[in-house]
């Protein structure tokens, strides 16, 4: 399946705000919202009102990104959140928080959600003992979630239990740090989520 694989930072520089895709380096000076706070490409003579439509996209692709998602496979979440009783836009933040690989980046064993995504799909992850590959699997309450024990001797976890100590774990999950295990105790409410995106703009683009 197609990636976008060029530069990340010109993506958070089209949203405007930072959306966290290259781990340490988006809290340093470095960063380049920091640093270069305005749209890439020619610098454009004035100002240009966006559409509500516009504004719609611009929401539904600050989400897609942050996730590390192609259309398609956004799209068919958001089919999955519409299916769910509920708000529409509140179950679809709770899907996309939900993915493997975003409880990776959540609890902590990875700086990002592209790097949690690499881990579980070279098999470095297990969910409830069993070694699973694919990011996009749903984590439920009561799932368990660990690394492979041989996987434990790399220098990534090594580096990765250094690290973990001053990282802090959503109230929707629990950590043992000791063991580098954690578990999802329930669905994350949509207070208990911070986002950079407007869900709600995106239920309105897809319901055009």
Not at 18 to 24: Q, T
Not at 44 to 56: E, K, P, V
Request: glycine residues 6%; charged residues 30%.
């Amino acid at each position: 399946m197609s990636r976008y694989i060029g530069p990340s930072c010109r993506i958070c520089r089209r949203a405007g705000v930072k959306l966290f895709l290259k781990g340490e380096r988006c809290y340093a000076p470095k960063c380049a919202v920091e640093r270069r706070n305005a749209p890439p490409g020619p610098r454009a003579q004035r100002r240009r009102r966006i559409s509500d439509r516009g504004a719609q996209l611009r929401e539904k692709q600050k989400a897609r990104f942050a996730y590390g998602m192609m259309e398609g496979q956004f799209r068919t979440v958001f089919a999955k959140a519409e299916r769910q009783t509920g708000i529409t836009g509140e179950n679809l933040v709770k899907l996309l928080e939900l993915r493997l690989d975003n409880v990776v980046y959540r609890l902590g064993f990875a700086d990002s959600r592209k790097e949690a995504r690499q881990l579980v799909r070279h098999g470095h992850i297990t969910m409830n003992g069993v070694k699973t590959d694919i990011p996009s699997a749903i984590a439920k309450p009561g799932d368990t979630i660990a690394w492979k024990e041989s996987s434990k001797k790399t220098k990534y976890y090594e580096a990765a239990t250094q690290k973990i100590e001053s990282k802090t774990t959503p109230n929707w999950l629990s950590l043992d740090k000791q063991s580098m295990a954690g578990k999802v105790l329930t669905i994350p409410e949509r207070v208990d989520i911070d986002t950079q995106f407007d869900e709600k703009k995106i239920v309105e683009y897809y319901s055009r």
